[in-house]
């Protein structure tokens, strides 16, 4: 029994830390929100009127299309300046790069965090780490030039 104490220990922590590090991602993504996002946009999305936009189920309609996720990494890896029109309101405010230093795991993993939290009833692909990555390398001067036109 003396010899197999250090194997159960051994087992006993292997196994936690699995459990511990499956639940990592889902509660960086929320500390990496209220850090990055949640400042200006509030814990519950829904935004500072005239300067930050809320964040809603449009996030979920870009997410279906290709140009508008592709704005959706820029627009958090690169920032934003100039005026905007969101569900008919001006906004006139900054968006620094908050999540420009983020690896592209973490990146998706917050981007798909926000997208459930604020369009849950949008079906959406979840953003890969691989995604991210390719979308980081395409080059852009200001990220409102990719904002998808069809919808504010």
């Known amino acids: 029994m003396r010899r197999l104490l250090p194997l159960i220990l051994f087992t006993q922590i292997v196994v936690a830390s699995c459990i511990a590090g499956a639940t990592e991602p889902a509660i960086a993504a929320k500390g990496d929100y209220q850090k990055l996002c949640g400042v200006c946009h509030l814990p519950d999305g829904k935004g500072i009127p005239g300067v930050f936009p809320p964040l809603n189920e449009r996030l979920g309609h870009w997410a279906n299309k290709e140009d508008g996720r592709t ?82």
Do not use: C, H, W
Request: no cysteine.
């Open 71 to 152: 704005y959706l990494v820029k627009i958090v890896t690169q920032g934003m300046s100039g005026t905007i029109i969101v569900d008919g309101q001006q906004f006139s405010g900054y968006m620094p790069a908050v999540a420009m230093q983020l690896d592209p795991a973490p990146l998706a993993v917050l981007l798909n965090d926000v997208l459930l939290k604020f369009a849950p009833e949008i079906d959406v692909e979840p953003y890969t780490a691989r995604e991210i990555q390719r979308i980081r390398s395409i080059v852009v001067r200001n990220a409102k030039d990719l904002r998808p036109q069809a919808s504010s």
